[in-house]
């Protein structure tokens, strides 16, 4: 769970989840491009490459090869297991 915190920290990560969530299975350069169209961000293809690296390693983007293009989704298992850490939580009586 760590992993997706960090993960999660950085607003760029945090940008191109949201650009997989608005249109999932999108390559690299897909995303390159919504992020500086829409989030003003101008990164380079290899940092946005390494961003989607802490991302897979977190397990929140899995890719797929189809030919010469790699295609990248969204995975929400892991915010699904965060969530339900805390909202299946009873709340505890304050016994002072």
């Known amino acids: ?8 920290a950085d607003p760029t990560r945090r ?3 949201d650009e997989l969530v608005d249109r999932d299975g999108q390559s690299l350069f897909e995303i390159c491009s919504r992020l500086t169209m829409k989030h003003g961000i101008c990164s380079s293809r290899q940092a946005i490459s390494q961003h989607l690296d802490v991302l ?14 790699k295609f990248h989704f969204l995975n ?21």
């Not at 897979?56 to 293009?69: H, I, P, Y």
């Open 56 to 69: 897979q390693g977190a397990g929140l983007v899995e890719s797929r090869r189809e030919g010469r293009f």
């Open 15 to 17: 940008a191109i989840l």
């Open 76 to 96: 929400r298992k892991p915010l699904e297991q965060i969530a339900r850490r805390w909202l299946r939580a009873q709340p505890r009586e304050n016994n002072s």
């Open 1 to 8: 769970m760590d992993d997706v915190f960090r993960a999660i």
